[in-house]
C-alpha cells in the first residue's frame, strides 16, 4: 500500500466516522419545540445599562459545563430569579460562536432576557418586569435533555469536533503525497528498491555470520572430515587418559587392587602403589580416606 493510498484511506475512515457521530447527535437531540418563539420585553438604555451593571456586579453564578443546556440549568435560573432580578451564567468549554447559540435557547427556554455576553464566557440575564415564579413543569422543562443524555451528548460532540480539526491536516497529506516527485515513480522502481533492499539485508546477516563464526573458532579447523563425522560423545570419551591401553583386567580384580591400597596404613606404600593408578582411581581413594576421617 503506497503513502497516498494510506491516507486515503484514513480520510475515507474518518469520513465514515464523522457520519457515525452525527447519526447518533441526530438520534439523542431533544425533538423541536411546538412552542411559539420567544418575544422579549423592549428595555430602554437606561434600564439596560442600570441591569447590565447590576449583573456584573452579582458574584453568584450559575455554571453550564461540558453538558451543555439540561434540566438543572433551567431550574438554578428561575430560583436564583427568586431573589435576584439578573443572573449570571459562566459557560466553559465552548467556543464564541456556540456561547452565544446557548444563550439564545437560554433565553426561549427560560422566557428572560439577554443583556450582554461578557468575555466571551458569560452571559448576563434578566428575568423580566413582571417576573412570576412559574410552576414545576415550566422551571425544569422535558424538552431539555436529561443529565445523562447531556453528557453523551457532549461526547458525541467532542469526538466530531476532533474530527473535524484533525481532518484538514489529512488533507493536507493528500495533496503532498500526490506531488510529481512521487507519482512519476512507477512500480518497476518501486520493486527494484525492494530487491535492493533484500540485498542488502542478506549481506548484513551474512556478514554477521561470519563475525560469529570467527568469534567462536577454534582448533577443529584443521581435523579431517572423517573425525569431524564421528558423533560428539565418542569425542568426548576418546579424551579420558586410560593408563593400561589393551590390557584386559578384570573389574573385580581391579577393585581388590583399590581396596588393598585403602586397607594398608603405611602412607609411603599407599603413595607407591597410588602412584600405580590413574587418576579416576585416586579420587576413589580420597574419598574413602575422608570418610575413615570423619567416622
Known amino acids: 500500500m503506497t503513502t497516498e493510498e494510506k491516507i486515503l484511506y484514513r480520510l475515507k475512515k474518518a469520513h465514515r466516522k464523522e457520519q457515525r457521530l452525527a447519526e447518533a447527535l441526530k438520534k439523542i437531540e431533544p425533538p423541536e419545540p411546538s412552542e411559539p418563539t420567544h418575544d422579549p420585553e423592549i428595555l430602554t438604555p437606561e434600564e439596560h445599562f442600570y441591569l447590565l451593571k447590576m449583573g456584573r456586579k452579582c458574584k453568584n453564578y450559575v455554571p ?8 438543572g440549568v433551567i431550574l438554578n435560573m428561575h430560583l436564583h430569579w427568586k431573589k435576584h432580578q439578573t443572573v449570571k451564567i459562566i459557560v466553559k468549554t465552548f467556543t464564541p460562536e456556540e456561547v452565544r447559540e446557548i444563550a439564545v435557547e437560554l433565553a426561549r427556554l427560560s422566557g428572560g432576557i439577554v443583556l450582554d455576553i461578557v468575555e466571551e ?92 563464526s570467527d568469534i567462536f573458532e577454534t582448533d577443529s579447523e584443521g581435523q579431517t572430515q572423517d573425525e569431524l563425522d564421528r558423533p560428539l560423545y565418542l569425542d568426548t570419551v576418546e579424551r579420558f ?16 587392587k583399590i581396596a588393598s591400597v585403602a586397607k594398608t596404613g603405611d602412607s609411603t606404600q599407599r603413595e607407591l602403589k597410588a602412584a600405580d593408578l590413574d587418576e579416576v582411581d585416586r579420587i576413589f581413594l580420597r574419598a574413602s580416606s575422608l570418610l575413615k576421617n570423619k567416622r
Open 64 to 71: 453550564v459545563g461540558r453538558r451543555g443546556i439540561f434540566q
Open 121 to 212: 464566557n458569560t452571559i448576563i440575564m434578566y428575568r423580566g418586569k413582571n417576573y412570576v415564579q412559574p410552576p414545576t413543569e415550566i422551571m425544569s422543562p422535558k424538552v431539555t435533555l436529561s443529565r445523562k443524555k447531556a453528557l453523551d451528548k457532549s461526547k458525541y460532540r467532542d469526538a466530531l469536533r476532533g474530527e473535524s480539526e484533525h481532518r484538514p491536516a489529512s488533507k493536507e497529506e493528500t495533496a503532498s503525497a500526490k506531488s510529481p516527485e512521487l507519482l512519476e515513480k512507477s512500480e518497476a522502481e518501486i520493486s527494484d528498491l525492494i530487491d535492493s533492499d533484500d540485498s542488502s539485508t542478506e549481506s548484513v546477516t551474512f556478514s554477521e555470520s561470519e563475525d560469529l
Open 241 to 256: 587418559p586410560s593408563q593400561n591401553d589393551g590390557e584386559a583386567e578384570d573389574f573385580e580384580e581391579h577393585l581388590r
